[in-house]
T-cell receptor
Framework: DAKTTQPPSMDCAEGRAANLPCNHS???????VYWYRQIHSQGPQYIIH???NNETNEMASLIITEDRKSSTLILPHATLRDTAVYYC???????????FGTGTSLTVIP | GAVVSQHPSWVICKSGTSVKIECRSL??????MFWYRQFPKQSLMLMAT?????????EQGVEKDKFLINHASLTLSTLTVTSAHPEDSSFYIC??????????FGSGTRLTVV
């Protein structure tokens, strides 16, 4: 599975949009981009995933560049409860293991 | 949605004893489950892949005799930390594969070995 690169930490003001970038320059054509988050001392929580089109659900939006070498997770109106570590993972849909990178620690500031 | 229940949520044990952690899929059958370990301020590290009815596959560097995995049914996988030592103290998390939608994770088990 392709490696991903994320900034180690970010801050965001409460109520503002949080934009979390992820680089995956070696992604192959059949690999999806997944985003998970982990609130302190809990198991990771699925947020969203996509292949090449932008995706939106009730939690977030995922913007994937046309060359698929990077993506951005957007939390449209960040709340204090969104403070967590966000992981970007690329994986083939039929693949097995999930390998986590270092993620981005997002702190939402009141 | 698909839920994985992990038990216990925390456990304290004496050095040299064994501890069993259970991971159950509540409303679906999980042919494949995964076990992760996470040290403070670090990312999740995959330990092993657990397949129902067959031997687990361990990641490089993980001692299979120390971390015993059993996946005897489609809804239950267990991780036993044998002869636990303080360096085994960690946060252990299980997950189950949901196909193209990725994984669903348990809530984790905080193991402290004293």
């Amino acid at each position: 599975d392709a490696k991903t690169t994320q900034p180690p930490s970010m801050d965001c003001a409460e109520g503002r949009a949080a934009n979390l970038p992820c680089n995956h320059s070696t992604i192959s054509g059949n690999e999806y981009v997944y985003w998970y988050r982990q609130i302190h001392s809990q198991g990771p929580q699925y947020i969203i995933h996509g292949l090449k089109n932008n995706e939106t659900n009730e939690m977030a939006s995922l913007i994937i560049t046309e060359d698929r070498k990077s993506s951005t997770l957007i939390l449209p109106h960040a709340t204090l409860r969104d403070t967590a570590v966000y992981y970007c993972i690329v994986r083939v849909a039929t693949g097995n293991q999930f390998y986590f990178g270092t993620g981005t620690s997002l702190t939402v500031i009141p | 949605g698909a839920v994985v229940s992990q038990h216990p949520s925390w456990v304290i044990c004496k050095s040299g004893t064994s501890v069993k952690i259970e991971c159950r899929s509540l409303d679906f059958q999980a042919t494949t489950m995964f076990w992760y370990r996470q040290f403070p301020k670090q990312s999740l590290m995959l330990m092993a892949t657990s397949n129902e009815g067959s031997k687990a596959t361990y990641e490089q560097g993980v001692e299979k005799d120390k971390f015993l995995i059993n996946h005897a049914s489609l809804t239950l996988s267990t991780l036993t930390v044998t002869s636990a030592h303080p360096e085994d103290s960690s946060f252990y998390i299980c997950s189950a594969l949901l196909g193209a939608y990725g994984y669903t994770f348990g809530s984790g088990t905080r193991l402290t070995v004293v």
